[in-house]
């Protein structure tokens, strides 16, 4: 991904309103109104923070008639493949910590 | 009736760990310096665990999410051979419904002064219902970990 998109999705991420609204969003698709409500946000409020997640890359809209709705952006959503991708990188992490533990613990001192 | 759908993955890991075989061996074998890496979620209630590191013996563990739901991962040793390899099955279940089954092969290697460890993970992913319904969780876990891995550079999470 690229740095500047990249810089988009954290700060998109980076308020607890706007991933209270992605968490509603994986849900299913919703207009400004019903977002709005349940998070006890103004409309102009809600309208920005979509736009947002929207250039996050996070969130799409669409409008029909006079009604935008929005919707997780699928790429958000993981595909099959990708939650065997998502296994493989916990299990990354999980090793990560794996080395972190035995240097933290030597050989002479984990046996003592 | 529900479709479920199979999905049959394979990946390999590979990995150079500090110290050798004997000590990398002792961080799978060994629950409290197993649980010191292998256990990362302050946030899910431990309600069930046990730990029977032997051919035929079982791992277990069951946990609460802060959504009240129960996930449970069941782990059964087929093959064991200190410092050098380790495969055991395993099934991990949401809201009593499977997940994945996988089989898994650990082989630690000395390599000078270190170990090199070689993970292969042979899954089925079984993407059902509730399999969805984790899917999404995992999405908004995934989100939080990534803000985590972002607190992480200024302050130890895990």
């Known amino acids: 991904m690229q740095t500047q998109a990249l810089d988009r999705m954290f700060l998109a991420l980076a308020d607890p309103s706007r991933r209270g609204l992605i968490e509603r969003l994986s849900r299913g698709p919703a207009t400004v109104t019903q977002l709005a409500a349940p998070a006890r946000m103004r409309l102009p409020s809600a309208v920005k923070h979509l736009k947002v ?30 939650w065997a991708r998502s ?5 990354n992490s999980a090793f990560d910590r794996l080395a972190a533990a035995m240097q933290e613990l030597p050989e002479k001192e984990s046996e003592q | 009736m529900k479709t479920v759908e199979i999905e049959h993955t394979t990946f390999v890991i590979e990995r150079e760990l500090p110290g050798s075989p004997r000590h990398a061996f002792r961080f799978w074998s ?44 069941h782990a059964h040793y087929l093959d064991i051979v200190p410092e050098r390899r380790i495969i055991y099955a395993y099934e991990m279940s ?4 499977r997940l994945s089954a996988s089989l898994v092969t650990i082989e630690l290697m000395p390599s000078k002064t270190l170990t090199r460890m070689k993970f292969t993970e042979q899954a089925v992913f079984l993407m059902g219902g509730a399999a969805r319904e984790q899917r999404v969780m995992g999405t908004e876990q995934g989100f939080d970990r990534l803000l985590e891995a972002v607190a992480a550079e200024t302050a130890e999470v895990c």
């Open chain 1, 53 to 82: 997640l929207e250039e996050g890359g996070l969130a799409v809209s669409r409008k029909v008639g006079r009604t935008r709705t929005y919707s997780i952006q699928p790429r958000a959503l993981r595909t099959i493949a990708d």
């Open chain 1, 87 to 91: 296994r493989e990188a916990a299990w």
């Open chain 2, 30 to 73: 060994d629950p409290d310096l197993k649980q010191r890496w292998a256990g990362c979620h302050a946030d899910w209630t431990v309600l069930d665990e046990r730990f029977d590191f032997r051919a035929g013996g079982a791992e277990v563990k069951r946990w609460r999410t802060p959504e009240g739901d129960e996930l449970t991962f």
């Open chain 2, 94 to 97: 949401f809201k009593g419904e």
